[in-house]
């Protein structure tokens, strides 16, 4: 059987309206020119620039979801296929809309025993700065703020010392109705991709980022060439098993299936891993980390994409006589 017969009219859906936009256009068009080069009929469509009609019409047969951040990674753009009984790459609706929530994902895996910074939540319209300083003094200095469901280091702000926690605030208020101030862990940064489902999903090779002064910004994490990736982390056996291992489990703890990528801290004072977060529709760029890790493991970039198209599907299963639209 032929690619383009197993997988018959194929949608890359990217670009879309998050301020994740830019990204995503890069990750779209890389995974469409992968699936081509494969022989598989596979289309752009940007939601951003075509309405929901225009994705029923096209009736395809499975998407490829490449889009990130919110209407497109947070569980509504699921909801709508699921709707048109399209089966999709990634997470369903409930474990999309947690794995953008980082506050409910934290809660969730705090719920497991699984590590995770200590945190608080502040509302973005009606915090004072004494509760500021009082979270700075709680969580200590450094500390996290962030927009709980923004990704690719957009509304964050690392704050070093009390002078700086208004401005860091008030940044992270901009993109979203609560911010959350997190506990900073001093050590490496890890992520490990994470592909499959339940028993059956697998950690990749950990890729290890060493950004320039520890800062893996927007431009670092995108542009530069400055920032290094070492895949395989440089640990140990035994702990390089036992973070892969906390992946898979922090991955199945809020439902993710298909693929995704888990980011974590490792403290340097003890190395202890702690969970920040789990992004269910990953970058798939020229600098993403998925890529990366699979090519370590041995799968190409084309391969990889294949595999988690081969992957899609609908999250609630229909009755023997629905029919889809």
Not at 123 to 144: C, H, I, K, Q
Request: hydrophobic content about 40%; glycine content about 10%.
């Amino acid at each position: 059987m032929t690619m383009k017969n197993q997988f018959g009219k194929v949608g890359v859906l990217f670009g879309g309206r998050s301020a994740e936009r830019e990204v995503s256009l890069m990750s779209g068009k890389g995974v469409l020119q992968a699936l081509r080069a494969k022989g598989i009929d596979a289309h752009g469509f940007d939601p951003a620039e075509r309405s929901l009609g225009d994705l029923a019409a096209e009736k395809f047969d499975r998407v490829f979801i490449a889009l990130h951040g919110r209407y497109g990674e947070d569980g509504t753009l699921q909801g709508v296929l699921e709707q048109l009984g399209v089966p999709y790459t990634g997470s369903g609706v409930m474990a999309s809309s947690i794995g953008m929530d980082k506050v409910m994902t934290k809660r969730i895996w705090s719920s497991h025993d699984l590590p995770t910074p200590r945190f608080e939540v502040l509302d973005a319209a009606g915090t004072s700065a004494d509760d500021l300083r009082r979270v700075a003094a709680e969580l200590g200095l450094p500390l996290m703020l962030k927009a709980p469901h923004e990704g690719s280091t957009i509304g964050i702000s690392k704050v070093t010392a009390p002078a700086e926690l208004g401005d860091g605030f008030s940044l992270c208020a901009r993109y979203d109705d609560v911010v959350l101030a997190e506990e900073f862990i001093t050590g490496r940064e890890l992520t490990v991709p994470v592909l499959g489902a339940g028993r059956q999903a697998r950690a990749l090779p950990i890729v290890e980022i060493r950004a320039p002064q520890g800062n893996y910004d927007y431009e670092h994490k995108y542009f530069s060439d400055d920032t290094q990736y070492l895949c395989p982390a440089p640990l140990d056996a035994e702990l390089t098993q036992r973070i892969q291992s906390l992946a898979v489990r922090a991955f199945n703890a809020v439902g993710a299936a298909g693929w995704a990528r888990v980011d974590f801290m490792l403290r340097a004072s003890d190395n202890e891993p702690f969970l920040l977060e789990i992004n269910t529709s990953p970058g798939m760029t020229g600098h993403s980390l998925v890529p990366m890790a699979a090519k370590a493991a041995g799968v190409s970039y084309e391969d990889l994409c294949v595999e988690i198209l081969a992957s899609a599907d609908l999250d609630l299963k229909p009755t023997a006589d629905w029919k889809p639209v």
